[in-house]
């Protein structure tokens, strides 16, 4: 069995220093120029190994591929992002490596109150004696999706250095912004000119996704009466208040992130902000149904609507745009990818575990626009935020299904 734990380990803590927060108020593509610092790194580690066609299109993406040695095998993709959420800061990531990680309680140094008990994450317990990373307690460690951007880059290199192994043509896809739902540009299906792809950004060992949540994003704007408030009696109509309204009256004990789980669905504040003049509000919307998110969606405007009409003299718009939509609406349709990702697990001696996950991924826009991309785990744990940790043993398992997947494909 080959072993990448030592480079995955190397490329993990040297990706994770590299800042590269998306930012959805930006107009750009990528939505930040630091995205650059880890494309560039990554543009040219790509080309020292020997990978063809290296190239960072106009849109922030970047492609490259390892040449096949099996005429005729179809072309799959891997897939990984490059950049971390802007829900909590990625700069100055420090990680920390626990290296055969005893068990205990694991304290984040920068911030003692940021704790990792196995009492509390049963995860976390089963990888007792694994090489443990985090970072150090005041940022996230950024391991979504750098994780899957170590394990493509493993995998590549293992490959381009044993022409021998049987393979069909390789394509490796690092987009940015997934974070803010632009990860997936209109032109990059075509020029990633694969049959199938898979992203690298999933969590527990054995996850294997073919469903993801749909998804909406709704802005709403509240533009109310400003008066100076020492003589604003009868006058001044104050839209941070009409915005407290809003979030007020949508059902709070039954559809927010923090009460849901599984397959029920939520509406979560994700912006709020302005004066007394002038606020808005961006709320999220995640379903696993059509109906359910356009039902979620409905209920939105009629609040909105509700509060309004108490106020006639403010103005306030909804506006929901469309971000992605669950991935088995179309691989339920043909799931050969599917079947061998589950083969590949089974052979490496990981039990698939097919589960739906409350998010979504660059394969629910890829899947939808033509390109099926199931989701393979990466290890990855509670991601987002200062507690974020990884194994790398599951990473190094996630190499092995990679591995194995172009075996199996270069099969058929």
């Known amino acids: 069995m080959v072993d990448f734990t030592a480079e995955l380990e190397d490329r993990l803590v040297r990706y994770c220093r590299i800042d590269t927060e998306s930012d959805a108020a930006s107009p750009t593509a990528p939505s930040t120029a ?27 993406a970047l492609l490259a591929t390892v040449p096949g040695t099996v005429a005729d095998a179809p072309t799959i ?4 992002h490059v950049d971390t959420t ?21 304290t984040l140094p920068d911030d003692p109150t940021q704790v990792l008990s196995p009492t509390e994450l049963p995860y976390l317990a ?28 493993a995998v590549a290199k293992h490959l381009l250095a044993r022409p021998g192994i049987a393979h069909g043509t390789l394509r490796l896809c690092f987009t940015p912004d997934e974070e803010i739902g632009r990860g997936v540009n209109p032109e990059l299906p075509k020029a ?7 992203t690298l950004d999933g969590a527990d060992r054995g996850e294997l996704v073919y469903e993801t949540f749909s998804a909406d ?29 809003i979030i007020d009256t949508l059902p709070q004990a039954t559809a927010t992130p923090e009460v849901t789980e599984g397959r029920q669905g939520f509406w979560h504040v994700a912006f709020a902000g302005g004066s007394a003049a002038h606020a808005e509000l961006t709320i999220i919307l995640r379903d696993f149904e059509r109906e359910g998110l356009a039902a979620r969606g409905a209920m939105l405007r009629k609040v909105c609507e509700a509060v309004a009409a108490t106020e006639p003299r403010a103005r306030i718009t909804c506006t929901i745009t469309e971000q992605y939509r669950n991935m088995r609406y179309w691989l339920e349709n043909d799931m050969t990818p599917v079947d061998v990702a589950k083969a590949a697990y089974e052979a490496c001696g990981i039990t698939p575990n097919f ?39 599951d990473m190094q398992e996630s190499a092995r299904v990679c591995l194995k997947l172009a075996e199996l494909w270069a099969q058929r």
């Open 34 to 60: 630091k995205q650059y610092d880890l494309l560039h790194l990554l543009e040219g580690e790509l080309t020292a190994m020997g990978a063809e066609d290296v190239t960072l299109t106009p849109y922030g």
């Open 77 to 80: 993709a891997l897939c990984a």
């Open 86 to 106: 802007p829900q909590f800061t990625g700069a100055g990531v420090k990680p920390i490596v626990h290296r055969r990680w005893n068990g205990g309680d694991i």
């Open 126 to 153: 089963a990888r007792t004696g694994d090489d443990i990373v985090t970072a150090s307690g005041t940022t996230l460690l950024g391991g979504d999706d750098k994780a899957g951007v170590a394990i493509i880059m």
């Open 192 to 198: 990633l000119g694969a049959a199938v792809a898979y």
């Open 217 to 245: 994003m709704a802005k709403i704007v509240i533009d109310g009466v400003s008066v100076h408030p020492g003589w604003a009696k009868g006058k001044l109509v104050n839209a941070l208040h009409l915005m407290a309204r």
């Open 355 to 393: 589960v739906p996950i409350r998010g979504g991924t660059d394969g629910s826009r890829f899947t939808e626009m033509g390109l099926p991309t199931p989701n393979i785990f990466t290890g990855m744990q509670e991601i987002h935020g200062p507690r974020e940790w990884i194994s790398v043993q």
